[in-house]
Each structure stands twice: as C-alpha cells, then as structure tokens.
C-alpha cells in the first residue's frame, strides 16, 4: 500500500477478524442486519460483559493510525471520521481504517480485508461511547493491546453524560471538534482532552447546481437537520418561524427544510408540517442524497439558517462557509470555533431549561433558545442586499481555511502522535519530516 493513497482505498481497509469467517458474513447478513438497532446495541452490550474488563491502557502513541468510526454513513459522525482519516493521510501517517456500521448497519463486511495489526500503533475511535465495551471487544483485545486508544466524541451540552464518564476509563485521551466539547469533558477527567477541529477543507466543495435542485432566481433559505440528531437541538421550528416573519409568503422567497430519517419521529414530522402549513414558499425536502449532492444542494442556497439550540461543532455550517454561503447561526456552543460577527451573521439568544421528548439530553441542563425576530432580521438583510455580505463571505472562507484547514489539524495532533515516521518519496521509505504546505488542498477529497 502507498502512503498517499486515498483513505477509502480498500487496502487501508481492517476486519472484525474472528467475526468475518464465512459462518459469521452469512449470520450478519441474513439475521443480524434484520435486527433493529436497538436490540442489536443490547445484545453487544450483554455479550461485553464477559470481554474481561477494560483494556490496559498508557501505551504510547504509534503509528500506523487506524481510524474507527461509522465510515460509510452518511452522518455528520460518520463524516467527521472520513475527514480525519483524509487529513492523516494527506500528513503523511501510515493509516488504516475500520468500519463500525459492519456491525450497526445494514450489509456485511468488506471481502478479505485483513484483521489490524498486532502491536504498536493508535487506534482513533471516531464516535461517542454508548457502544465503546461491545465495540472494544469486537475490535479484538489482542489487536488492541499495545495500541494507544484515542476516543473522538462530540457532545452538544455543557455536561457529558454518565454513561460517557465510566467510559474515560477504557481510552487514553479524549480529543473533541471543538473548545466547547473538549471543556465539558476535561471537567471529568486528568487525562488529556484536546480540540482536533474536523479538517473540513480536506472534503469537496460543494458546487451550485439550482436548475438540478429545481431552484430558479428566487432568494433561497436552507435548513437541514436529521431526526436522529434531536428535533428540538436542532430547533427547525424556529427555522420557519423566522422566515415566515421576514418573508410572508413571498414568491420570490423560498425556505428549502431538508430532512433526513423522518421516520425515525414521526410525531416530531407532524409537529414540523403543522408548523409550515400551506405556505407556498417552503418546500420540505426528505429524498435521500448522495454526500455530493448534499453538499451541492448546501452551495446552491443563498443562506443557511441554523437555530440550533446548541452544537458540538456544526458541520453543515462549515461546509457551507467554505462553499461561499452565508451562513445566520445561533451565537452559542461549538460553531463559535470558526465563526465570528466578521464570518457569519450571529444569531442572540437566552438560556432555557433543555426540553427533549426522547430523553438523550438531560433536563436538568440548559441550551440556546435563540431570537427569532433576530434571525428574521438577517434574512431580510441578506435577501435585500446580498452583495453587501461579499465580505463577510471572503471573511468565512478565510476562516475555514485557517482553523479547519490541514496546518490547523497538524498543530492539532502532531503533539499528541508525533511526526509521521515515513514518507513514501518515489517509491521508497524515508524519514523526512512532513510538513502541511508540502501538500496542495484541492476542493475534492
């Protein structure tokens, strides 16, 4: 494998090992992936109480990196992880990468790729740690040993859960998107926290494609949020208050609200539909998209509107700064790691007790509840005078580049692993340090 090829080249690729016979693709496929995910999650859970304890941990950190997370959804986790993976690759770090929804998601493993290597090295566990025990365990404890275990989590509130404390015991640090996770967290733990901001630029750009999207000259909104993320941290009530009250039912006004696992929350569907009502300007999107259309669709609108009541970082919001597109965003929690009042039209708010129907976020703690008559303010703003925020957008694509770049992401984890140990120059091995500007960042991954 050459160190410069790309991170979802399936050489790159590692296995469950044990779980990936024959026997066990066919059980996966034809029993397991039938299983809802909750009671599959249980399962694993039970099945970890026998692993035999956490694992021994305070190994130094190694190469080669592999990259654990949920890599071929279509998630901001998911995402996050791909992101990471791009970045220490394009660093020059030998990296692996192993994933997850093998075991969550719907198809089987990929065919003949090799278990991880025994011995040194790092393991990057890219996502939050519900699941970290059964997953552990599935990883393997003999690949695992030796390895220095770093786990990447991403919460949205000023306290991590319960769950998240026990689980500082089985990994070595903790890194996190942005200033506002990594506080929550460093709060419970003398192990090492740090911010590694997603490297953002490491991802496509997204293009303008309206006439794809069905759009035409009219100035066009976006919001977009998963059901699975929590409906109220996610607040598209707000979205649409905000631009009904800027925007009437304005014909050459148009609110695009992109929704993803309707599904999963039907009830908290209605709620939203009831609230746009029969205004003929607001079209809710639910189709899926590739992630090139998604980021298409983002480059396409003129503003992105995000109430959330709180982030952990903010994906959809970066990506939309780096594709040129204004972006109006609640003045509160992760985002504020690459934004300012210079980069993006910032949003006031009060602190409200958090209210969340599924209970994932607790009551007892507080998140944003940001002013509408603000947002709509801006919305106006910008659709009556939309080259007089050039600036704002140069300023926002500045900023991306600068915090959510590759040089941001080296100073992030060049302490924490250490320099590359190779490079691979015209075929041969060398130990010539790496540095970010050797590589030209491109708009495509």
């Not at 399962?43 to 592999?66: E, Q, T």
């Not at 994932?360 to 910008?382: I, K, M, S, T």
Request: hydrophobic share 45%; proline share 6%; net charge neutral.
């Amino acid at each position: 494998m050459n160190d410069q090829t790309p991170f979802d080249d399936a050489s790159r690729r590692r296995s469950l090992q044990k779980f990936d016979s024959p026997l066990m693709r066919g059980f996966r496929k034809t029993v397991w992936r039938r299983l809802p995910v909750a009671l599959r999650a249980r399962l694993l859970a039970m099945i970890a109480r026998f692993s035999g304890g956490p694992l021994p941990i305070d190994a130094a950190a190694d190469d080669p990196v592999c990259v654990a997370g949920i890599l071929s959804t279509a998630t901001g986790i998911g995402e996050g992880a791909r992101l990471s993976g791009r970045a220490l690759v394009a660093l020059g770090y030998r990296v692996r990468s192993f994933d997850i929804d093998e075991v969550f998601g719907a198809e089987p493993g990929h065919d003949r790729a090799p278990p991880l290597e025994r011995g040194a090295g790092t393991v990057l566990l890219h996502f939050n740690p519900d699941h970290l025990t059964p997953l552990l365990m599935l990883l393997s404890r003999s690949q695992l040993r030796g390895k220095r275990l770093i786990g990447y989590w991403a919460w949205e509130l000023a306290r991590i859960p319960d769950l998240w404390i026990s689980a500082l015991d089985q990994v070595d640090e903790v890194w996190t998107p942005s200033d506002f996770v990594s506080d929550a967290v460093r709060r419970h733990t003398s192990k090492p926290v740090r911010t590694v901001p997603h490297p953002v630029v490491q991802g496509r750009r997204g293009t303008p494609r309206r006439a794809h999207f069905g759009l035409g000259n009219q100035f066009v909104a976006l919001t977009m949020f998963s059901f699975a993320s929590s409906f109220q941290r996610k607040n598209p009530i707000a979205a649409v208050r905000a631009f009904k009250q800027a925007f009437g039912n304005a014909a050459d006004r148009l609110l695009i609200v992109k929704v993803s696992q309707a599904h999963e929350s039907p009830e908290e569907m209605a709620l939203l539909l009831a609230e746009i009502g029969d205004a003929p300007n607001i079209r809710v999107e639910q189709k899926m998209l590739s992630d090139e259309e998604r980021l298409d669709l983002i480059a396409s609108a003129d503003v992105l509107l995000s109430l959330h009541r709180s982030e952990g970082f903010g994906l959809v919001m970066a990506e939309a700064m780096a594709a040129g597109v204004a972006v109006v965003a609640t003045n509160w929690s992760g985002n504020l790691d690459f934004m300012d009042e210079t980069s993006a039209l910032l949003v006031p708010f009060r602190m409200i007790a958090v209210a969340d129907c599924r209970g994932v976020y607790d009551g007892r703690e507080q998140w944003a509840d940001p002013d509408v008559a603000a947002a709509a303010a801006h919305l106006q703003g910008l659709a009556a005078n939309p080259a007089g925020y050039e600036d704002m957008r140069r300023a926002a694509r500045v900023m991306v580049e600068e915090r959510l770049g590759l040089d941001g992401f080296r100073e992030a984890v060049l302490g924490p692993l250490g320099p590359p140990r190779r490079r691979a120059v015209s075929g041969i091995s060398t130990l010539l340090p790496v540095r970010a500007a050797d590589f030209v960042q491109g708009g495509a991954a």
